[in-house]
């Protein structure tokens, strides 16, 4: 029900906070209605836009159904906001533009996408990169993470000692971070540093000092590098193609965050991410 009132508040979104179009709905009504509330017309395309929302085929009768039930929900909804005046509360007003620009940022992303055509030549050379990266073994691998270094460093010295590894990951799990198993990991998922670590290991043999990562120190035992086949290219395309698409876009907002100016008022402190963009760009 939330997703729903999101949605309808992105649909009356015109109509309250600016005052210049009293419409429920806003988009220009060309083409097949695919029904009418109360004299306002849903056109078809609308339909197919909120089924496409909520994974619904409109090609199938049920969920076709399903679809139109959301957008008669919507517009009478929206209706509703009209006649009680909901746009004169302040708040409410701020929820519906809030709605109606994650629904403008979600469809602008989505044209990112779509505008770039990806080829087989394009996706081919994706999959031989990212096989590349994957490399020739998947490691399953149990760690310790610990925030405190003089933790980790005493870990080691446990097994340093002779102290067998899983004696020491079930006496120091309770003070770790994290204190888990692995199975096919490759390396291209791990931390470099990480990664690094376990090719310098043999099967059944742990780290002698912490791997210092972003996330900690590691105190690791390689239980067995695997060896490593990737799946073949015409199995995993669709799904290279999504983060293909998915990659287009970002780096299309990317470079609209380096080309904005973007201010904030006196003593605000701007997010992380954008404090260092700037002292990039200086």
């Known amino acids: 029900m939330r997703k729903i009132l999101l949605l309808v508040l992105a ?8 005052g210049t179009d009293n419409r429920v709905i806003q988009m220009p009504v060309t083409g097949a209605v695919a029904e009418t509330v109360n004299g306002t017309q849903v056109p078809t ?15 199938q009768p049920k969920q076709r159904d399903q679809a139109l039930a959301l957008a008669t929900d919507f517009v009478l909804l929206a209706q509703a906001a009209r006649r009680e005046n909901f746009g004169a509360d302040p708040k409410y007003l701020a929820r519906v533009e809030a709605a109606r620009l994650q629904g403008v940022a979600d469809a602008t992303f989505a044209q990112f996408q779509q505008r770039t055509p990806i080829n ?12 590349a990266r994957a490399g020739k073994v998947a490691y399953d691998f149990s760690q310790l993470l610990f925030d405190d270094e003089d933790d980790a ?3 080691e010295d446990d097994i340093v000692s002779g102290m067998p590894f899983d004696k020491v990951f079930d006496a ?3 003070k770790a971070k994290q204190a888990r198993r692995f199975t096919r990991v490759l390396p291209d998922q791990l931390p470099p540093e990480l990664a690094k670590a376990l090719a310098d290991l ?13 996330f900690g120190w590691h105190v690791v035992h390689l239980d067995i590098a695997n060896p490593y086949t990737p799946p073949p290219f015409d199995q995993v395309k669709d799904g290279i193609r999504r983060s293909l698409q998915i990659k287009i ?4 907002l990317d470079k609209l965050h380096e080309q904005a100016k973007i201010e904030y ?3 605000a402190t701007a997010p992380a991410n954008a404090a260092a963009a700037e002292k990039t760009k200086d």
């Open 120 to 131: 087989d030549s394009m996706l081919k050379a994706e999959y031989d990169n990212q096989t």
């Open 153 to 155: 460093l005493k870990a």
């Open 11 to 18: 649909a009356v979104a015109g109509c309250s906070s600016n």
């Open 249 to 252: 876009g970002r780096e299309r």
């Open 172 to 174: 120091w799990r309770a």
């Open 265 to 267: 008022p006196p003593g």
């Open 202 to 214: 043999r099967n059944g043999e742990s780290t002698k000092v912490p791997v210092k990562t972003q």
């Open 45 to 59: 395309s609308l339909l197919d836009a909120i089924a496409e929302t909520h994974r619904l085929d409109p090609a």
